[in-house]
């Protein structure tokens, strides 16, 4: 849970603007994009919603599993509001589209969910790699999924997770190429942000971590790894999908990816220095 | 320039008895064996001593290649003390072994510079890689070149220093192994003391900073690099002994490696965090 500060900076007041009005446009259904890159500056968040029977476990998942699972918020049973992230935030209707699973599976994807709130509905906000790709490109770092405008890499891994109820499975990474000293940097620069999955977990051979193929990821676009390049891994926010697809809740909401919650946090909030 | 406390604490005094008893042996030639280890917590330096004519170039030569040689303190022209890193410190004596270098050419090995001190003669503290090696093991991680109890494997690269009048020449980096997750902590680590060498200046494939065969070092012992572990590559102190080489003052005096000044500043004072 984040702390702010009563009277926001100048700074702050003028993302907090723009943050509400994307927000606006997206409750009343004009804006459903990915928000990559939309209110630069301020934290996205990975959503999970679950029946309250199923959320403490999930809770104590996230806790076993901070690098996957960094929790930046969690609602109280069947509250929509968000008032931590953002004065105005409605889980409801703020997300630009939702995926519903159902016993494990995607069942629909809606833009609102006002007609599936259940009073026991516990949401959980997760940090993303949005606020540590914002802190790569502010350290003069190319990310390669940014240049080359697709979705980054993503792959299963035999990395298990700590397993908590019936909430299990291995780790999601994400992959980014760099340069050596570049790698360097980047771990230096995602250190500074645990809540957004902090440090690579991996640098360096792929099959290692159970990656057979780098060319074929199973989420997101494949990215180009030049010569002399490093792939360094950082532990994804589709872990807890994956747990969620083995855990086989009754009903559970999640965010569709790329398209997340925007907050009225800082990136640089998130920073441990 | 490193400012200490007026008043040091238990641990701090404790610590500079030991350091104050050491240096009194090597002052009266007791003891002249390498400081690996000896008075562990506390800053060992790299020394260099040159005349005043040639030391201003030096001096550029060190803030301009603030990784490789990392300046932690400069004496006054003709004054050998070094109260700034140490109350007793006398750089004639306090050092258990010097090499003398006559235009570029190691000539003489000796135990006290008293004959050879002019009055034109500045002296440079450079940290060293103990330091940082000090925070990894602090860390939990196993130093390969402590484990094996061999010196450091160190090479030179094809990485250009920044010139400085006369002074020039590659960087020379160390080399420790470590599997990846243990390098991605080892980056963390020692990017906290940029004192003694900071991070790393690259990590992985050895021949893209010119270095063909990592078991043939150019310097110190070869170290074992274990199946999945990554080579990490620290810049190294041993860098401004290869521009003194090429700059050919007619006297120079070192440090014979791994037997370094020991200094009453904690390993922890030179972190940045």
Not at 167 to 195: C, E, Y
Not at 235 to 257: D, F, L, Y
């Amino acid at each position: 849970m984040l702390i702010k500060n009563s009277q926001p900076s100048a700074y702050k007041s003028q993302l907090f603007a723009q943050a509400s009005e994307v927000r606006k446009q997206i409750r009343i259904g004009k804006f459903n994009q990915p928000t990559s890159g939309v209110a630069s500056g301020l934290v996205q968040g990975n959503i999970v919603i679950l029946p309250q029977e199923w959320a403490n476990d999930f809770l104590r998942y996230c806790q076993n599993n901070p690098v996957a699972c960094p929790l930046i918020a969690v609602s109280q049973p069947g509250y929509p509001l968000l008032n931590t992230l953002g004065e105005d935030i409605d889980i409801r209707t703020d997300v630009p589209e939702f995926n519903v699973f159902r016993h494990g599976k995607l069942t629909e994807t809606v833009t609102d969910i006002n007609s599936l709130w259940q009073s026991d509905f516990v949401t959980f906000v997760l940090g993303c790699s949005f606020s540590f790709e914002d802190a790569l490109e502010r350290a003069g770092l190319t990310v390669r999924n940014i240049e080359s405008n697709t979705n980054v890499s993503m792959y299963r891994t035999n990395i298990e997770t700590t397993a908590s109820g019936r909430f299990h499975g291995n780790m999601v990474v994400s992959m980014r190429p760099f340069l050596a000293a570049d790698a360097i940097r980047a771990i230096q620069v995602t250190s500074r942000l645990p809540k957004a999955h902090g440090a690579p977990v991996h640098i360096g051979d792929p099959k290692l971590i159970g990656i057979d193929d780098l060319s074929k990821p199973d989420f997101g676009d494949a990215a180009e790894v030049h010569p002399h390049e490093l792939p360094v891994f950082w532990a994804c926010g589709v872990t807890p999908q994956v747990a969620i697809a083995h855990a086989k809740p009754p009903i559970a909401i999640t965010h569709v990816p790329g398209k997340m919650l925007i907050t009225d946090c800082l990136n640089d909030e998130l920073a441990v220095l």
